[in-house]
């Protein structure tokens, strides 16, 4: 009698489950249901997924919002195919003919819509974290109370200056990624670019660690606009390096100035000391002062051969190249003081 029960129960348990997973099979099949679209132009809906969102939280959500009817339907199949850990954080086209487990696997799949944010060479970094403070696109998670201090905990290099180490590049990424991730690729990116150029570095350079190339790309990078005149820039750096002259370059002094400065270098902010003013100080500044590029680092790290000194701008972005004071003064009057 008690084998017959047991028996009983076991098919009723089994009826119930084939039935359960009958009506689960039937409910992943249900057709999603879009909200409002919302844009004119486009019959496309998208959902953003934050960096570390849970599947309860995501279907529950979706739910809530009339996209599927059961957030019970969406939260069983990632459960069930072993995806519940594997939502990647993004915004992600849901189509009006998608089903529930098409859904579900667009959402697991990393097949995000992209965003492009620049940084751009030569930014320093209170111009680079404004900048990514106004993209929409990027989950902002640093404090306003310093981002910069925050930035570089979070890096986990808390004793590391943050500037000069984002590479400048133009990057692609998944809408709803966090500040902090963004960042940590171009962190990386300059980490990467930097071992390898100073792998290759050429004899002649007087740089002793890839930190100070990283420095002298900064200083290069802020000098001159001209492509094809960043390894002269670097050789008349070089040499002074070589000579033990100071560098004596305007992009450091300003940067020394800081936020107050107004455009304008004065003969007096010459002569002002600080840790960054190559006037007053031999050798170079303790940090970057900007943003450098991988053309910049490679000029840093390859000084041209040349006999130049000194530089001194045209006033149309390049410069000549004088190897004595006596040119150099010449061209100065030229081109500056309009003799």
Excluded at 108 to 119: D, E, L, M, P, Y
Excluded at 188 to 204: F, G, I, K
């Amino acid at each position: 009698m008690a084998i017959k029960t047991l028996s009983k129960w076991l098919t009723g348990l089994l009826i119930l489950a084939a039935l359960a997973v009958g009506l689960l099979l039937v409910g992943w099949r249900l057709p999603v249901t879009l909200p409002e679209v919302q844009t004119e132009q486009s019959d496309q809906w998208t959902y953003i997924v934050s960096e570390g969102a849970s599947a309860i939280a995501v279907a529950n959500d979706l739910a809530e919002q009339g996209v599927i009817e059961h957030a019970v339907l969406l939260r069983s199949y990632l459960r069930l195919t072993g995806q519940s850990r594997s939502l990647k954080a993004g915004e992600y086209a849901i189509e009006p003919d998608m089903n529930v487990m098409q859904l579900a696997e667009r959402l697991v799949s990393g097949k995000a819509i992209q965003a492009r944010f620049t940084i751009v060479e030569g930014w320093n970094i209170r111009e680079l974290l404004s900048a990514i403070k106004a993209e929409p696109s990027l989950e902002h998670t640093l404090p306003k109370q310093d981002p910069q201090g925050a930035l570089m905990a979070a890096l986990g290099c808390p004793e590391q200056h943050p500037e000069g180490r984002f590479f400048a590049e133009t990057y692609h990424y998944a809408k709803g990624t966090s500040d902090v991730a963004f960042l940590r690729r171009a962190y990386q990116m300059t980490e990467r670019v930097l071992a390898e150029e100073w792998q290759n570095r050429s004899a002649d350079t007087r740089l002793e660690t890839p930190y100070e190339a990283l420095i002298m790309a900064s200083i290069i990078e802020k000098e001159t606009a001209a492509p094809e005149e960043r390894p002269l820039i670097s050789g008349v750096f070089n040499n002074r390096l070589k000579k033990g002259m100071r560098l004596q370059t305007d992009p450091t002094v300003i940067y020394g100035i800081g936020a107050s400065y107004d455009g304008d270098i004065r003969f007096r902010d010459l002569r002002t000391d600080t840790p960054y003013n190559t006037y007053t100080r031999a050798g170079l500044p303790p940090t970057p002062i900007a943003m450098p590029g991988r053309e910049a680092i490679h000029a840093a790290l390859h000084p041209a051969p040349t006999e130049a000194l000194y530089f001194v701008s045209r006033n149309d972005g390049t410069h000549i190249f004088s190897a004595t004071l006596k040119d150099h003064e010449a061209a100065v009057d030229r081109y500056q003081r309009n003799r």
